[in-house]
């Protein structure tokens, strides 16, 4: 398994956090004021779990709800993205 750095940790959640991106599981917006024990607080999840292999880089990383994480838990699936309205069209 992957070693952790804190320090690491920490400008990682800044970086993720700084555009303020919806969950990258269910697609909504996170309310990046809400206490970090809020279900539905941001966190920062790895893509491909540590459990299963993945690292512990920034590339490896997206911003996500704390229940989605939770329910995402170690599986390797991919994200189920709700859309509000469709794509545009690029032509």
Not at 68 to 80: F, M, Q
Request: aromatic share 4%; charged share 30%.
């Amino acid at each position: 398994m992957a070693t952790r750095n804190t320090t690491t940790r920490d400008r990682h959640r800044k970086l993720v956090a700084a555009e303020q991106p919806p969950c990258w599981l269910c697609g909504d917006p996170i309310d990046y004021t809400l206490p970090h024990l809020d279900p539905r607080a941001f966190v920062v999840d790895h893509i491909v779990p540590l459990a299963k292999g993945g690292q512990d880089t920034l590339n490896n990383k997206r911003a996500a709800h704390r229940d989605c994480t939770r329910a995402k838990s170690d599986k390797l699936e991919s994200p189920v993205i709700r859309r509000s309205r469709p794509l545009a069209r690029r032509g």
